[in-house]
């Protein structure tokens, strides 16, 4: 067979390494900030940038999308040259998709902390970023798919499918959930609205653990581990079955993060019998990658490759055991909303992200410098560092999450709540929050450790920037070989299998999305309900800004412990103005869906300032800011107005009325404040943000006959009129 | 290609031969990719039939709770739930009304440190507004001797019961947030330290307050 010379593109791999091994450390500081600040909240002062809301999606979207995005596009870059025998189709291209990425995180360091945020989970940034990450991916799709296009080697590994898969649904996912309408360039209102939204956006963060950090992740498995080991791939036929049910499944779980809310029943039930269903596809990656390391786990002990590989990959294992096992109602009932997600969250992040990510690194980095680990004491102190650390981060958080949603459930012998106060449940978390600090630290210490290892093994060698390969001369299969089975058939077929991909993701979406928006009865009409006043909006956008639900769910399930605890349980009807919806996904602090009108506005003030001055012992931080810094209310017309294009039955002509109706309503509580001896200007955002507590809620209790109600449009043909025929009144 | 593959490798580390064992020779499949092989093994029947159980779970799950309805909506839960608790505890909306025939001052010591414990508990809010002494911060002093809305026990039981949500006092209810019992308990300790002058004592508010000319228990009023 002829062949020819090609030269693998090694220096956009070196980039993507060094950007994984920095940002990992940024991310994993910015996450060692958080958890200090939740036992000592005043931790940094009370500046608002460094805020615990503000600085949380940054950790988030640091690991996730800096860190574990680095990793892919490493992976990917690295695998993919050699498994299609092919350079990158385009360096152009492949630069690109470096540097755009790269611009893409240093603007969400600069957005998230100044409050710009669409507050959606994994989806925090504004709609300018949202399209630029759009672009980037694209990019990223493009020159992966013609490299495929390009390659010399008939068929695609499996590795490749994983590829494919992540980018065809990322790319999905992300486009769905950010249709939003803009205000201004760094603000916008969710094209969904309440239960829609919810669905939309778990849909989407659910899928985006398994398109982000899930199938790359098997597809870099499927190609180092193997690699390291010097073994054969254990099964082509579980990899082909694991590989279609993971990616046909994975997409209808995402309702098991809105067990027992608002969310239309059949919708739940769905989201957990996949759950369920899951635990085979995804232990299938597991099995392939452990067993075919058979006869070769003596090396496991001596190689920092394979170690990381064994430790990921077991952490991938019980993280997907344990995610269908929170996928169960009663199980759920107990874990959700409290820290014990966290520590699933971090099992799997920790440990099979960070694991797979620094066995690649290790893997990686001494072969496109030619040299070897500058350090295998030091790999090995690092290997010991991440297992140890995840572990002592993730078992007490374990145990006091647990302890604690058991509290929040316990009733007296007279059938009162044991622990009414949500505080002395806090108090008892706060050892653990130490704990999981340390294992945390731990970690990072082994990442640092990690990276200068990497930085010295990169200074002991040279790049190899254009690695020399002999491959078989590209030639375009015309006569086709008859191939022994239709899936190896399709192996050789890269458009026809990205279709059939995009086909298997997109049938659970559809099915459990499309009735939930146009069958009526899924979400029943309350007629009390009525959209924001100018003013209650922009506390909920400063809500929204000051990431509040980084800790306070709006979302009261029908739980006796949760109605006597916060009030009437959270109706579906309620959330549609809720754009985007509010209904968090943890309660480090207290539920706040009915806490409108259960405090006095001086309390909120008071609150605000000092939440220990009216909860002693308090974690939260305090607000010192709300009081001095002023909202734009010059931006509320144009808000009033996208509102009106999405649907919101605000009266023509209401937003040139906006300003007063605001100024009106907020001069009031400017009053009654300073009645109390608390002097705040009508426009600060603590008017704002007290408004916005004192209606969440009350839409729905008998005298809702408040006296800030908004002028609606009467006409017949609106939308959004609430129809007498469906309309539940409680 | 394996002689390809050594070529390709050979600025980095040597391309190892892969290690394959004698009974897997037969299940090795005549592809590779940049020197990764697949076995053609079956998948293990544990983790197939472990996969057919759970898709027969989820059907039947579908079908008792979703298409026959037979299990319980989580909405049915709640009743159900709430029910229950109703035969265990009896009608706590019942149990809310107060017999004040049978209410009088306490003015044992455990019974004032129990009503002391109550207005400072970090669950209710008296201090919160009415200052730690009851001198009164955004909320009224209450250790002077002018009352808005009556001095007497009876009064003061209904203020705490049911606030003044318009003026910013929250309603304590009863049983649920703040007990009957230590409802009188509490006002009972309110009442108790009518006249303690505490320091920073707020003003009373003289357009709404009246002068209270209710007996307190073991004081004489002609002092």
């Not at chain 1, 006296?707 to 939308?719: H, Q, W």
């Not at chain 2, 003015?107 to 004032?112: G, K, L, M, Q, V």
């Not at chain 2, 705490?160 to 318009?166: A, E, H, R, S, Y």
Request: glycine fraction near 8%.
């Amino acid at each position: 067979m002829a062949t020819e010379t090609i030269y693998y593109d090694n220096k956009i791999v070196r980039n993507f390494a060094i950007a994984t091994a920095i940002w990992g450390i940024i991310g994993m500081l910015v996450g060692l900030i958080i958890a200090i600040k939740l036992f000592a909240p005043n931790f940094l002062g009370f500046i608002p940038e460094l805020s615990y809301g503000r600085l949380r999606p940054l950790h988030t979207n640091a690991v996730v999308f800096a860190f574990a995005g680095n990793a892919i596009f490493l992976g990917i870059y690295y695998s993919l040259q050699r498994l299609c025998k092919s350079r990158m189709w385009s360096d152009t291209l492949s630069k690109l998709n470096f540097w755009g990425w790269q611009a893409i995180i240093v603007s969400a360091v600069f957005t998230l902390p100044l409050g710009y945020t669409q507050s959606k989970e994994y989806a925090e940034l504004e709609w300018p970023i949202a399209i630029a990450i759009a672009v980037v991916w694209v990019i990223f799709g493009l020159n992966m798919m013609m490299t495929i296009y390009n390659r010399r080697v008939k068929h695609m590994y499996v590795a490749i499918w994983f590829y494919i898969a992540t980018f065809i649904t990322v790319a999905i996912l992300h486009i769905v959930n950010n249709l939003v309408l803009p205000v201004d360039m760094l603000k916008s209102y969710s094209a969904f609205a309440g239960v829609q939204d919810a669905l939309v956006q778990w849909w989407y963060g659910h899928n985006a653990v398994a398109f982000f950090l899930t199938t790359p992740f098997l597809g870099i498995m499927y190609y180092f581990i193997p690699k390291a080991a010097n073994r054969p791939i254990f099964s082509y036929r579980l990899s082909i079955v694991h590989f279609w049910a993971l990616i046909f499944i994975y997409i209808w779980a995402g309702p098991h993060h809105l067990l027992y809310t608002a969310l239309p029943g059949w919708a739940q039930s769905l989201g957990v019998v996949f759950s369920v269903m899951l635990i085979a596809p995804s232990w299938g990656g597991m099995i392939n990658g452990l067993f075919t390391l058979r006869g070769a786990w003596d090396r496991v002990r001596q190689d920092p490759v394979l170690k990381f590989m064994v430790v990921g990959v077991t952490a991938y294992g019980m993280a997907t055991f344990e995610g269908p096992m929170m996928s169960f109602k009663s199980v759920n009932a107990i874990t959700h909303y409290t820290d014990y997600v966290i520590s699933h969250v971090h099992t799997a992040a920790l440990g099979w992200n960070g694991g797979l990510t620094f066995a690649m690194l290790y893997f990686i980095v001494p072969r496109i410098f030619g040299t070897k680990i500058y350090s295998l004491k030091m790999a090995n102190f690092h290997f010991w560092a991440a297992t140890m650390g995840m572990v002592i981060y993730v078992i007490p958080i374990y145990w006091g999450s647990v302890i604690q949603s058991l509290m929040w459930k316990e009733f007296t012998a007279e059938g009162t709540l044991m622990y009414p106060n949500f505080m002395e449940t806090v108090t008892h978390l706060i050892p653990m929050y130490i704990a999981r600090t340390i294992g945390g630290g731990l970690y990072i210490t082994g990442v640092i450790v990690g990276s200068f290892n990497l930085f010295m093994t990169m200074k002991s060698g040279r790049l190899i920037a254009d690695e020399k390969a002999e491959v078989p001369e590209l030639v375009r299969q015309s006569a086709e070989r008859k191939e022994s089975t239709f899936h190896r058939w399709l192996e050789s077929k890269p458009t026809l299998f990205t279709i059939l991909t995009t086909v298997a993701v997109l049938i659970g979406g559809i099915v459990e999305y499309v009735p939930t928006v146009l069958v009526s009865s899924n979400i029943p009409t309350i007629e009390s309900v009525q959209p924001y006043t100018p003013l209650e909006l922009e506390g909920r956008d400063i809500y929204i800004a000051e990431g509040c639900l980084g800790c306070h769910s709006q979302m009261i399930r029908p739980f006796r412990s949760e109605t006597e605890r916060y009030g009437e349980y959270s109706k579906a009807g309620e959330f549609v103005y809720d754009r985007p919806f509010l209904w968090g996904s943890k309660r480090t602090g207290p539920d706040l869906h009915r806490v409108g009108g259960k405090y006095p506005d001086s309390w909120h003030y008071m609150h605000f300032m000092d939440p220990s001055s009216t909860s002693p012992g308090s974690i939260m931080p305090a607000y010192p800011w709300f009081a001095t810094q002023n909202t734009r209310v010059e931006s509320i017309p144009a808000k009033i107005r996208t509102l009106q294009r999405l649907g919101v039955p605000y009266a023509d002509g209401f937003d040139q009325q906006a300003i007063d109706h605001y100024r009106e309503q907020a001069e009031a509580i400017a009053q009654g404040l300073a009645d109390s001896g608390f002097e705040v200007s009508w426009d600060s955002k603590m008017v704002a943000m007290i408004a916005y507590m004192q209606r969440l809620g009350t839409d729905i209790s008998a005298n809702a006959d408040r006296a800030d109600v908004v002028p609606l449009r009467t006409s017949a043909g609106a939308s959004n009129e609430p129809s007498t025929a469906e309309a539940v009144s409680y | 290609m394996s002689d390809q593959n050594k070529k390709q490798d050979e600025n980095n580390q040597p391309n190892e031969e892969n290690l394959v064992f004698d009974d897997e020779r037969d299940l090795l499949m005549d592809h590779e990719y940049d020197g990764i092989q697949e076995l053609d093994n079956n998948m293990p029947p544990w983790w197939l039939y472990g996969f057919y159980f759970t898709i027969v779970l989820s059907v039947g799950y579908l079908l008792y709770y979703e298409v026959l309805g037979w299990g319980p909506s989580q909405e049915e839960e709640y009743e159900i739930e709430m029910a229950l608790a109703a035969e265990r505890y009896g009608n706590l909306a019942e149990d809310a009304i107060f017999d004040f025939s049978l209410t009088q001052i306490l003015t044992d010591a455990e019974s004032i440190e129990r009503g002391r414990e109550v207005f400072n508990a970090s669950t209710n809010l008296c201090a919160t507004c009415h200052g730690a002494q009851g001198q009164g911060l955004v909320g009224p002093n209450l250790t002077d001797n002018y009352w808005k809305h009556g001095c007497d026990l009876e009064s003061l039981i209904i203020s705490i019961k049911d606030g003044f949500p318009n003026r910013g006092m929250p309603a304590y209810g009863s049983t649920v947030r703040i007990g009957n019992e230590d409802l009188v308990k509490l006002a009972s300790y309110i009442i108790s330290i009518r006249g303690s002058d505490p320091p920073n004592p707020k003003a009373p508010n003289m357009s709404r307050a009246v002068e209270c000319f209710e007996t307190i228990p073991g004081e004489n009023l002609s002092e």
